[in-house]
């Protein structure tokens, strides 16, 4: 059987099965040997109801005594409970509306349980699961073999159940699989791995935790291998494959653009200049990422790089993810650079068709040095005479894709400068964007007002707000952040359109007032946008887009309603729209905190104004989940490896990747595995 089948060849996987699976995205044989088990039960050993201990978790054998069902809820849910007993005591067992299971509960059969323990409401003495993990009717005609070791427990659904899932796999390790190994044999002996059926088939059926130990260790291992293999390919490819740009040494521009400037540059802007001018001089595509905090001064740089390449007679190219981020960058850039004679273009999808004509007219005669725009600029229309620099702000917000398309625009292979003010960490950055070179700002400039951070309970509310309003008369102006657009039946959230008709009919009465969410027109939007930049709004309601690309310097107070609905990552980029004046700025997070991570993490917040440690905390609390693709739009999520808990692994696998792109041969075997395992962002790197 190859990996590839389809899977309603597998034994013991009918047609209402495979449609079944197939909305869990699993079509071949490869993903169901790939679905791996979210937790494991040690249920070698059982515990005897008589020796339960309240709040430990536990596997109970016995036999169903008793089947109750019973209405209850203000729904009127089916509720059914069993009993179990072992002889030494009773076990109660409850559902709530699963009735399929109503006709399985049969008085009499043998079964295992096993969650954690606790007293039973009204059982006078009895036990019952208050959590129950899993759940298993024996056959009648004997046990399952797994029962003698550790149990997988998979991701299941009412129609696929832990019995379907364990039957069928175990099933498909009978067959003749055409498993092979991924990862080179030097590379599996160098770092200890087992072979790629053996990790397989102990990940789902491991015989102790040190054999599932030993699974998950290869799994990850090869997981971040191939990764790091496909991204420094596609590195070399950009770097040896083509030719690039070779910028002069001499910057008389750029000189009088920073002799402009209103400030000095900071040691870290001086530093990533430095390296980003190195790299523009090169005779090799540039490929560099600048990562900084929100307010570092990321722009400034991506400006005297841009001037450079005009300086030498080429165009540049800036993108931006929104409207509002675009037109700041066009107004901030017009006023800077258009003096000394430099042309600055404008191109969004809100220009008219005649406009946006005009404009490809321009640019393909250069007579524009330097575009601003948004998804616009990759338009088929667009085409640049001499494309010498592609910049792209907020990274995370395009794809690799996208970024290619733009790259293209240009007869020869212009130098890329990709920024984020996503705070990424440190030690990760390397696995998000191992395919540029780094560079980091952490100084904010000088004169950046410190931001107060508080944490307040919703009762505080009218305290807060009289406090907001006292500073709107002093002349600040303020946001008011919500998780949510409008009403939501599922939802008892207050949203933004309801907390804005209750501030500007209430307290705010006396104060222009404006609201700003994803679901308005994009000139709407954008008006409300101009009219808070003019000051001519004091109070801006809105939802999280906000997020990126709103500098409004007299903006000093921001209060986020429902605070623990947001990462942590996400309101630092929130509060980083305050503070950006020479006020004193404060941040209030409203919270009803219920929950012990919330409150853990919106205590983080309040100390912390560090971006990059509350990008770590945030995945130390939150859990990786799919970080890839999150953070590098077009790169795969993760099955088995944790980017903070399998750190280790991640570097070996990256000095191992590198030992295979320097070597022809490894390099050969390895791209038809990238192009069959991760198709469309790994399928295009060729060798040379």
């Excluded at 590379?187 to 790629?196: F, K, Q, S, W």
């Excluded at 450079?308 to 017009?334: C, D, R, W």
Aim: aromatic share 8%; charged share 25%; hydrophobic share 40%.
């Amino acid at each position: 059987m190859q990996l590839t089948d389809s899977i309603q060849y597998v034994k013991g996987v009918g047609p209402k099965k495979t449609a079944e699976l197939k909305r869990l995205g699993l079509h071949t044989v490869y993903d169901l040997l790939t679905y791996f088990p979210r937790t494991y039960e040690d249920q070698s050993v059982l515990t005897k109801i008589a020796d339960l201990q309240a709040g430990e978790t536990a596997t109970v054998g016995g036999t169903i005594t008793n089947v109750s069902e019973r209405q209850g809820g203000r729904r009127g849910m089916t509720i059914l409970t069993a009993l179990i007993g072992d002889g030494t005591g009773i076990l109660q067992v409850t559902w709530f509306n699963q009735k399929y299971l109503k006709n399985k509960l049969k008085v009499g059969r043998k079964v295992f349980a096993t969650g954690k323990a606790a007293y039973a409401y009204g059982g006078r003495g009895q036990f019952a699961m208050s959590q129950l993990h899993s759940f298993e009717i024996l056959d009648e005609e004997a046990e399952p073999a797994s029962r003698t070791g550790i149990v997988p427990v998979y991701p299941a659904t009412e129609k696929l159940n832990q019995k379907f899932f364990r039957k069928v796999i175990v099933g498909l390790f009978e067959e003749e699989l055409a498993i092979h190994d991924l990862i080179p044999q030097r590379v599996m002996r160098a770092y200890g791995l087992l072979t790629r059926q053996q990790a397989l088939q102990d990940m789902h059926f491991p015989a102790d935790f040190t054999a599932l130990q030993a699974a998950r260790k290869h799994l990850a291992f090869e997981e971040l291998y191939l990764i790091q293999c496909g991204l420094l390919l596609l590195k070399r490819q950009a770097r040896e494959n083509s030719k690039g740009i070779r910028h002069l040494l001499s910057s008389e521009l750029v000189a009088k653009v920073r002799g402009a400037l209103p400030f000095r540059l900071t040691d870290d802007q001086a530093r990533t200049w430095q390296e980003i001018q190195r790299d523009m001089e090169s005779p090799l595509p540039m490929r560099r990422l600048v990562q900084g905090d929100v307010g570092s001064g990321k722009t400034v740089i991506a400006m005297l790089a841009l001037v450079k390449t005009v300086e030498n007679g080429y165009q540049g190219a800036l993108m931006a993810p929104t409207e509002i981020l675009a037109s700041q960058h066009y107004e901030g850039f017009l006023r800077q650079l258009e003096p000394l004679g430099i042309r600055i273009g404008f191109l969004s999808g809100r220009l008219t068709k005649k406009k946006r004509e005009e404009m490809y007219a321009r640019i393909v005669a250069q007579e524009v040095d330097i575009v601003i725009g948004t998804h616009a600029l990759i338009q088929e229309g667009v085409s640049f005479a001499k494309l010498g620099l592609v910049v792209t702000d907020e990274q995370h917000r395009f794809g690799i894709a996208q970024r290619a398309e733009l790259e293209k625009k240009g007869h020869l292979l212009p130098d890329v400068l990709v920024m984020t003010a996503t705070p990424i960490p440190r030690t990760m950055t390397l696995t998000v964007y191992g395919d540029l070179d780094v560079s980091l700002i952490q100084q904010l400039p000088p004169g950046r007002q410190p931001i107060r951070t508080f944490v307040r309970k919703p009762d505080r509310r009218e305290l807060i707000y009289d406090y907001v309003h006292q500073q709107l008369a002093a002349g600040r102006q303020a946001y008011v952040v919500c998780p949510l657009i409008e009403m939501n039946e599922e939802s008892d959230l207050p949203s933004a359109e309801e907390v804005y008709d209750e501030l500007r009919y209430g307290i705010f009465r006396d104060m222009p007032c404006g609201l700003v969410h994803g679901k308005m027109k994009a000139a709407d939007k954008e008006q409300v946008m101009q009219d808070f930049y003019e000051d001519k709004i004091k109070l801006l309601v809105s939802t999280t887009v906000i997020e990126v690309g709103v500098n409004v310097p007299n903006a000093s107070i921001m209060v986020v309603e429902h605070a623990e609905r947001f990462g942590l990552a996400q309101l630092h980029q929130l509060r980083g729209r305050i503070g950006r004046g020479q006020y004193k700025s404060y941040c209030i997070l409203v919270s009803e905190m219920k929950t012990e991570n919330a409150r853990e993490r919106l205590k983080i917040m309040a100390e912390t104004s560090d971006g990059f440690k509350l990008a770590e905390e945030d995945l130390r609390l939150r859990g990786p989940g799919q970080f890839f693709g999150s953070m590098q739009h077009g790169l795969p999520d993760l099955k088995v490896a944790d980017v903070l808990g399998d750190m280790d692994i991640l570097l070996k696998a990256r000095q191992a990747a590198q030992e295979t792109v320097a070597s022809r041969e490894e390099r050969q075997d390895i791209l038809p595995i990238l192009a069959l395992q991760y198709k469309e962002q790994f399928e295009n790197i060729t060798d040379i």
